[in-house]
């Protein structure tokens, strides 16, 4: 592993903090700890820790010696200062005369001795760092080390590897009990440079930042030097089917499957995120793979990440997709009654009566394709995949060189349902639409950027599509949430399907379709020209059309039912005078509503419309305005109020009946008028 230490760089990040009155032990502990934290292979999402013992000031001037250690919900590549909460030292030693400390009292211990009140709780490994001897203490979970850590002779191992120069900690959940036994079998030889902790990870220490980081760099190297040397590929490739279905084909029934069923059509739905590699591929066609897959996760806070470990499904043939939902639905009722089984085996253990957490899947191994990450977010996504492409170094690179030996299960159980653990994920509370997929056609006019906005505050990643690609994404880029942008024509029936599969790519499936995209034309009936009329029908009907077939096509595969919803106008019950052409098939897409909603009820399948009239939009700018308050001698204030409440309506109260229509469970069938009260339009 390549040494990342510049002295330059080093006193370039003291100087900077220098000016902001930082120290410049806490300087250079910010630099080497962004160090250590950009490198996946040691420090991957919250995996690790540093500090640094040094002297700080309270509020009344006196000097304190402290720890400045990491604090939660800080990233160690990214860290400032101010992610290093320092805490007075004296009163941590103080407690090592306990037998026990408890978590939540180890948290107050550290809370209470704060120099800043208003910093974040300090590392659950604080106390480890406080009771060795050392200025600077890293701390890291490298997938190199993991490979020596997580062996059956992990121990015999180790000695051979780093001979007298690190310690080695036998197993023991992060907190007090761990950071005693740490500090003394450093104290039994305090020669050591750093500590082996089985199945977790390394410390290492120094008198200088350079010092700690520089030996982290060295021991991680020497594991990855004996893995490439001694390590002999340890896997058998299985056969697999001669054509292979690709992902985007599974990722719908996938998702559909791990999404968590909380009965009466209503589900708590997650989002997957693909994955592949030569490294991944090769793991996952082994004919070990679920041997591999059962032995449990390389470290254990990573089954707050992925559980126990990954589902792995059997490869997917091409030519036999129709039943590869029902293999794929055995293989997560397995998955959950195994989770369930280690649940209750370990909560039966002591009489804390623990709530079981939701037992779905989170990494599925794909023989042939790679590997799907699940989250709630695509952001918890991505981490899960992240953490299965460690997982699969360690767990290969550790078989390479003899077996793989995690964390035990009950010891994985006590942390997965450790009281710190459960706290941190307490503070994440879904919204109505967290880990939903919506995607709105016409997203970057009025009326679908509104719509955009609406849902993805209610939790929903959402797709914009819109003819402009480049307005698209800007509106995706806008309404956040890690949304996208795509350019869609969806008049083409190939674009319109080529957009579903990209936001299946995204997002691994879809479940809210919004048909916003229209157009409207103005002529006299009886002179129209055909082509126009035809023209109007290809936007205002057939595209629709179009958009509710790959809709409700993904969300039959899906199987968690689904909503689809169009924007039918007030045009399509109420015409006005030259409107026919937008009219006519506007009637005709609020009649294919209707049936959608007859023939998909049964797959939970909710389908709806808004009639909405005379919003401000591109359909209705600013000039057409003018001359239409004109033509009939009103302001444009009363013509854009000529409603029974008096009022303008906006396009986020289009947005908002919409939203409405997706969270009212169980309405279908239904229109929803947005005119401001129109009687001649009003639905009967
Ligand atoms: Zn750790």
Same mark, same amino acid.
């Given at each position: 592993?390549?040494?990342?230490?510049?002295?330059?760089?080093?006193?370039?990040?003291?100087?900077?903090?220098?000016?902001?009155?930082?120290?410049?032990?806490?300087?250079?502990?910010?630099?080497?700890?962004?160090?250590?934290?950009?490198?996946?292979?040691?420090?991957?999402?919250?995996?690790?820790?540093?500090?640094?013992?040094?002297?700080?000031?309270?509020?009344?001037?006196?000097?304190?010696?402290?720890?400045?250690?990491?604090?939660?919900?800080?990233?160690?590549?990214?860290?400032?200062?101010?992610?290093?909460?320092?805490?007075?030292?004296?009163?941590?030693?103080?407690?090592?005369?306990?037998?026990?400390?408890?978590?939540?009292?180890?948290?107050?211990?550290?809370?209470?001795?704060?120099?800043?009140?208003?910093?974040?709780?300090?590392?659950?490994?604080?106390?480890?760092?406080?009771?060795?001897?050392?200025?600077?203490?890293?701390?890291?979970?490298?997938?190199?080390?993991?490979?020596?850590?997580?062996?059956?002779?992990?121990?015999?191992?180790?000695?051979?590897?780093?001979?007298?120069?690190?310690?080695?900690?036998?197993?023991?959940?992060?907190?007090?009990?761990?950071?005693?036994?740490?500090?003394?079998?450093?104290?039994?030889?305090?020669?050591?440079?750093?500590?082996?902790?089985?199945?977790?990870?390394?410390?290492?220490?120094?008198?200088?930042?350079?010092?700690?980081?520089?030996?982290?760099?060295?021991?991680?190297?020497?594991?990855?030097?004996?893995?490439?040397?001694?390590?002999?590929?340890?896997?058998?490739?299985?056969?697999?089917?001669?054509?292979?279905?690709?992902?985007?084909?599974?990722?719908?029934?996938?998702?559909?499957?791990?999404?968590?069923?909380?009965?009466?059509?209503?589900?708590?739905?997650?989002?997957?995120?693909?994955?592949?590699?030569?490294?991944?591929?090769?793991?996952?066609?082994?004919?070990?793979?679920?041997?591999?897959?059962?032995?449990?996760?390389?470290?254990?806070?990573?089954?707050?990440?992925?559980?126990?470990?990954?589902?792995?499904?059997?490869?997917?043939?091409?030519?036999?997709?129709?039943?590869?939902?029902?293999?794929?639905?055995?293989?997560?009722?397995?998955?959950?009654?195994?989770?369930?089984?280690?649940?209750?085996?370990?909560?039966?253990?002591?009489?804390?009566?623990?709530?079981?957490?939701?037992?779905?899947?989170?990494?599925?191994?794909?023989?042939?394709?790679?590997?799907?990450?699940?989250?709630?977010?695509?952001?918890?996504?991505?981490?899960?995949?992240?953490?299965?492409?460690?997982?699969?170094?360690?767990?290969?690179?550790?078989?390479?060189?003899?077996?793989?030996?995690?964390?035990?299960?009950?010891?994985?159980?006590?942390?997965?349902?450790?009281?710190?653990?459960?706290?941190?994920?307490?503070?994440?509370?879904?919204?109505?639409?967290?880990?939903?997929?919506?995607?709105?056609?016409?997203?970057?006019?009025?009326?679908?950027?509104?719509?955009?906005?609406?849902?993805?505050?209610?939790?929903?990643?959402?797709?914009?599509?819109?003819?402009?690609?480049?307005?698209?994404?800007?509106?995706?880029?806008?309404?956040?949430?890690?949304?996208?942008?795509?350019?869609?024509?969806?008049?083409?029936?190939?674009?319109?399907?080529?957009?579903?599969?990209?936001?299946?790519?995204?997002?691994?499936?879809?479940?809210?379709?919004?048909?916003?995209?229209?157009?409207?034309?103005?002529?006299?009936?009886?002179?129209?020209?055909?082509?126009?009329?035809?023209?109007?029908?290809?936007?205002?009907?057939?595209?629709?059309?179009?958009?509710?077939?790959?809709?409700?096509?993904?969300?039959?595969?899906?199987?968690?039912?689904?909503?689809?919803?169009?924007?039918?106008?007030?045009?399509?019950?109420?015409?006005?005078?030259?409107?026919?052409?937008?009219?006519?098939?506007?009637? %005709?897409?609020? /009649? =294919?509503?209707?049936?959608? &909603?007859?023939?998909?009820? #049964? *797959?939970?399948?909710? @389908?709806?419309?808004? +009639?909405?009239?005379?919003?401000?939009?591109?359909?209705?700018?600013?000039?057409?305005?003018?001359?239409?308050?004109?033509?009939?001698?009103?302001?444009?204030?009363?013509?854009?109020?000529?409603?029974?409440?008096?009022?303008?309506?906006?396009?986020?109260?289009? %947005?908002?009946? /919409? =939203?409405?229509?997706?969270? &009212?469970?169980?309405?279908? #069938? *239904?229109?929803?008028? @947005?005119?401001?009260? +129109?009687?001649?339009?009003?639905?009967?």
């Amino acid at each position: 592993m390549d040494n990342l230490w510049r002295d330059e760089d080093a006193e370039h990040v003291v100087e900077a903090y220098a000016q902001k009155g930082v120290n410049r032990d806490l300087a250079l502990r910010t630099y080497t700890t962004r160090l250590l934290g950009g490198e996946p292979r040691l420090v991957l999402h919250g995996g690790g820790n540093t500090s640094v013992k040094t002297t700080m000031q309270d509020l009344l001037g006196d000097t304190y010696e402290v720890l400045c250690v990491k604090g939660s919900g800080w990233d160690m590549g990214t860290i400032e200062p101010a992610g290093l909460p320092a805490v007075k030292i004296a009163p941590l030693l103080k407690s090592r005369k306990f037998e026990k400390l408890s978590d939540e009292d180890m948290v107050t211990l550290l809370r209470a001795n704060l120099i800043e009140i208003s910093a974040p709780n300090p590392s659950v490994e604080a106390l480890l760092h406080a009771f060795l001897p050392h200025k600077f203490v890293d701390h890291t979970h490298s997938t190199a080390i993991l490979a020596i850590a997580d062996q059956a002779e992990s121990r015999a191992m180790s000695e051979d590897l780093f001979g007298k120069k690190m310690g080695f900690v036998p197993y023991i959940m992060p907190g007090f009990a761990l950071a005693k036994a740490a500090a003394e079998v450093f104290e039994q030889d305090p020669s050591v440079e750093g500590l082996i902790l089985d199945k977790h990870g390394i410390f290492t220490f120094g008198e200088t930042a350079k010092q700690a980081y520089d030996r982290m760099i060295h021991y991680v190297t020497l594991a990855e030097d004996h893995v490439r040397r001694n390590g002999r590929h340890p896997f058998t490739p299985a056969a697999l089917p001669k054509t292979l279905a690709t992902p985007g084909e599974i990722a719908p029934m996938l998702r559909g499957a791990v999404a968590f069923d909380r009965g009466e059509g209503r589900y708590d739905r997650m989002v997957s995120v693909f994955r592949t590699s030569p490294a991944i591929l090769d793991f996952v066609n082994a004919a070990e793979v679920e041997d591999m897959a059962a032995r449990g996760v390389s470290t254990p806070d990573l089954s707050i990440r992925i559980k126990t470990g990954p589902m792995v499904l059997p490869a997917p043939a091409a030519d036999d997709l129709a039943s590869y939902r029902a293999v794929i639905d055995a293989r997560v009722a397995a998955f959950v009654n195994d989770y369930t089984r280690y649940f209750q085996e370990n909560d039966a253990r002591d009489d804390l009566k623990r709530i079981m957490l939701d037992p779905m899947p989170r990494l599925t191994l794909v023989p042939g394709l790679g590997m799907f990450g699940h989250g709630r977010t695509l952001k918890d996504a991505g981490i899960a995949a992240d953490v299965g492409e460690m997982w699969i170094e360690a767990a290969r690179d550790a078989e390479s060189v003899g077996r793989f030996q995690p964390v035990s299960r009950p010891d994985l159980f006590d942390l997965e349902y450790w009281s710190l653990e459960q706290a941190k994920l307490a503070g994440a509370r879904p919204k109505p639409f967290t880990g939903q997929v919506a995607l709105v056609t016409g997203g970057a006019g009025a009326i679908g950027a509104a719509v955009a906005e609406a849902f993805a505050a209610e939790g929903a990643h959402v797709v914009v599509l819109d003819l402009d690609g480049e307005r698209a994404a800007a509106v995706a880029k806008t309404v956040g949430n890690q949304s996208i942008g795509l350019a869609c024509d969806v008049t083409d029936p190939m674009s319109v399907r080529a957009s579903f599969e990209k936001a299946v790519e995204a997002y691994g499936g879809v479940d809210i379709v919004v048909s916003n995209a229209g157009a409207a034309w103005e002529s006299p009936i009886a002179t129209m020209d055909d082509a126009l009329l035809r023209k109007s029908f290809e936007l205002n009907f057939f595209a629709h059309q179009s958009v509710a077939q790959n809709a409700v096509r993904i969300m039959k595969e899906q199987k968690t039912g689904g909503v689809l919803l169009f924007n039918a106008s007030k045009q399509a019950v109420n015409p006005g005078a030259k409107f026919g052409a937008y009219g006519l098939p506007k009637a %005709a897409t609020l /009649f =294919l509503s209707r049936q959608y &909603a007859l023939e998909h009820g #049964a *797959d939970h399948i909710r @389908v709806n419309a808004v +009639n909405a009239d005379r919003i401000r939009s591109g359909l209705l700018n600013d000039a057409m305005i003018e001359n239409r308050a004109a033509a009939r001698g009103l302001s444009v204030k009363d013509y854009m109020g000529g409603n029974l409440l008096g009022l303008e309506v906006t396009a986020d109260d289009v %947005a908002r009946a /919409f =939203l409405h229509q997706a969270l &009212a469970e169980r309405t279908t #069938a *239904d229109v929803t008028t @947005v005119d401001g009260g +129109n009687i001649a339009a009003a639905m009967r």
